[in-house]
């Protein structure tokens, strides 16, 4: 009976060894596909923090440029958000401050009963922009195709970026890679839910964003739309009148 049970101890014995180092093979290769794809999601973080942040700023340290552009960021009831509101704020200090002439509102119109380029527009002429200084795009359904339509379709190539500070970062890559020298004006808030959960986004939004630099994907286009260069030379028309 010993013999036996010391046969079937040697095999077992043996069977483990022939095992044991395949298993470890095999959580070497799990660990190192763990390594790679933090590395992958990861490294487009770092590289927008080390590329953009000396040109991340405020109203107060912001150059003059020709435009502002201000990024959508939702609806409440048909009007701006909070975060939309504080940025659209921003672009109104800055326009009052003349360190703009014209503001570009981007954002998404995918459906008719969904508009915030037009909720975007009410708010800044309601609180003094004239109409033609303020120029909407409807066909900004996310970053890339904002930036990549303001400079395609508006003919944008000097511009601040109004949005909150977690988002700018990817915003001056993207639209420097679609051709617009940018500086961001970053709008501070209370870092709340809405921030964490934005910050959190910006984990999956800069490998899509690396993806666009590399790849350079056309937006949603159209005819080529004058309304940035009226706002200008309704500017310029009211400089020389002054």
Request: proline share 4%; aromatic share 8%; charged share 25%.
């Amino acid at each position: 009976m010993s013999t036996i049970f010391r046969c079937a101890w040697r095999r077992v014995r043996a069977a483990w060894r022939a095992v044991r180092p395949a298993g470890r093979r095999r959580q070497r290769r799990w660990f190192q596909a763990v390594v790679l794809g933090s590395a992958l999601v990861l490294a487009p973080n770092a590289w927008l923090h080390v590329a953009e942040s000396a040109e991340v700023g405020t109203v107060a340290s912001a150059p003059e440029a020709p435009v502002a552009v201000v990024f959508g960021a939702g609806l409440v009831d048909g009007a701006p958000s909070p975060y939309l509101a504080h940025r659209l704020d921003a672009a109104l200090e800055l326009y009052r401050a003349h360190k703009v002439r014209a503001i570009l509102v981007t954002g998404d119109n995918g459906t008719v009963q969904y508009d915030e380029t037009d909720a975007m527009r009410a708010y800044l002429i309601e609180r003094g922009v004239p109409a033609v200084r303020v120029v909407g795009d409807y066909a900004g359904f996310d970053t890339w195709d904002s930036c990549s339509r303001a400079h395609r379709i508006f003919g944008v190539d000097r511009a601040l970026l109004v949005s909150q500070t977690f988002h700018l970062r990817r915003a001056l890559a993207l639209c420097g890679a679609a051709g617009i020298d940018a500086y961001g004006v970053g709008v501070e808030e209370r870092h709340d839910t809405t921030w964490k959960y934005g910050e959190a986004r910006e984990v999956g939004s800069a490998v899509k964003a690396a993806l666009s630099v590399l790849l350079r994907p056309d937006p949603t286009l159209g005819p080529r739309e004058d309304g940035v260069a009226r706002a200008l030379a309704d500017a310029e028309r009211e400089g020389a009148g002054g």
